[in-house]
């Protein structure tokens, strides 16, 4: 590829693209569904992981035994694309004179520029795991009217068994407890008001429904709201996560130690060394360019391994 005037001007920088990698917006949650693991080409092939990747084997052996061979399982691949993604702002060396520390304003922008990459990957995340097509017959639930959880005059209405019921459909198909649930924001405000929870929550002695208790009362130890909203026309925001519920079992292991290989409903295969910041001038020099770019795919790794309960609210 042939290299521009831009690609010799511009210069990244190392100390905006360390914030960049490490900066968390406590509003997004797709890397609770989806974590992230680092890939160093843009094309390849990760392996789709069935049942029996969560199977358990007998491994004692007798004194002067065999080992306990098994046969390896057959290692499906699926190819996946990395695709580019990048926001810049422009800084005019005037705003630069006026900031009362420059380095604190280029880090704003950065911040700035990083939660609109992020709100991208959020809603890609979010449209993945939320369409019901992309689950079983036997992994999700769409609520109709006559059970919307929404609606607490029908004694038929239960939220909490509709929960248990998925928890229980994942386990059926992998042998685990599925380990993260990510619930839409509208959804959770339903849940947590609901009188089949309530009632549960008085019964155990607590004196209200909070957070908190939730997941001991769902027997899920991560569960995450996924309140993130966007607007297309800068006055109407909409919920990236609507009134759905996502029951998964998710690798846990931490960044270090996780791994594509590591069975888990999904991934966000990361491009090595994105997000990174770079900067470059224009304008003979008059305006600063600070640009943020980011190189991922998200790819569903175990469809078997999440359940889907969708429009949960209809009023």
């Known amino acids: 590829m042939a290299t521009t005037r831009l690609d010799e001007l511009r210069m990244v920088d190392p100390v905006l693209t360390t914030i960049a990698q490490g900066y968390?917006?406590?509003?997004?949650?797709?890397?609770?569904?989806?974590?992230?693991?680092?890939v160093k080409?843009?094309?390849?092939?990760?392996?789709?992981?069935?049942?029996?990747?969560?199977?358990?084997?007998?491994?004692?052996?007798?004194?002067?035994?065999?080992?306990?061979?098994?046969?390896?399982?057959?290692?499906?691949?699926?190819?996946?694309?990395?695709?580019?993604?990048?926001?810049?702002?422009?800084?005019?060396?005037?705003?630069?004179?006026?900031?009362?520390?420059?380095?604190?304003?280029e880090q704003r922008l950065t911040k700035d520029l990083a939660d609109i990459l992020l709100l991208g990957k959020e809603k890609e995340a979010a449209g993945l795991a939320q369409d019901?097509?992309?689950?079983?017959?036997?992994?999700?639930?769409?609520?109709?009217?006559?059970?919307?959880?929404?609606?607490?005059?029908?004694?038929?209405?239960?939220?909490?068994?509709?929960?248990?019921?998925?928890?229980?459909?994942?386990?059926?198909?992998?042998?685990k407890y599925p380990n993260t649930m990510i619930i839409g924001d509208s959804s959770y405000r339903v849940l947590i008001n609901h009188p089949k929870l309530t009632d549960r929550i008085k019964y155990a002695g607590i004196a209200r429904a909070s957070f908190a208790n939730l997941k001991e009362l769902l027997g899920i130890s991560n569960i995450y709201i996924g309140a993130s909203v966007f607007t297309n026309d800068g006055e109407v925001f909409h919920d990236v996560w609507a009134d759905n519920v996502v029951i998964a079992y998710v690798d846990q292991n931490e960044k270090g130690r996780r791994s594509e290989f590591n069975?888990?409903?999904?991934?966000?295969?990361?491009?090595?060394?994105?997000?990174?910041?770079?900067?470059?001038?224009?304008n003979g020099g008059k305006i600063k360019v600070i640009r943020n770019t980011d190189n991922y795919c998200i790819k569903v790794t175990c469809s078997d391994a999440a359940y889907l309960i969708s429009n949960t609210n209809h009023n």
């Open 24 to 38: 968390v917006n406590s509003s997004m949650v797709a890397d609770k569904l989806f974590p992230s693991v680092t």
């Open 41 to 105: 080409k843009v094309k390849g092939k990760i392996p789709v992981f069935g049942r029996e990747s969560f199977m358990t084997r007998e491994t004692e052996r007798a004194i002067r035994a065999d080992s306990n061979r098994i046969a390896p399982s057959d290692l499906t691949l699926l190819e996946y694309e990395t695709q580019e993604h990048d926001v810049e702002m422009a800084m005019d060396y005037l705003e630069e004179e006026e900031s009362s520390s420059v380095y604190n304003y």
């Open 132 to 175: 019901p097509d992309n689950y079983a017959d036997d992994l999700k639930k769409i609520i109709t009217s006559d059970y919307a959880w929404d609606d607490n005059s029908v004694s038929v209405v239960n939220p909490i068994q509709d929960i248990y019921e998925a928890v229980s459909a994942v386990r059926n198909k992998i042998g």
């Open 263 to 282: 069975p888990s409903y999904g991934y966000i295969l990361q491009r090595e060394g994105k997000p990174e910041i770079d900067t470059y001038k224009e």
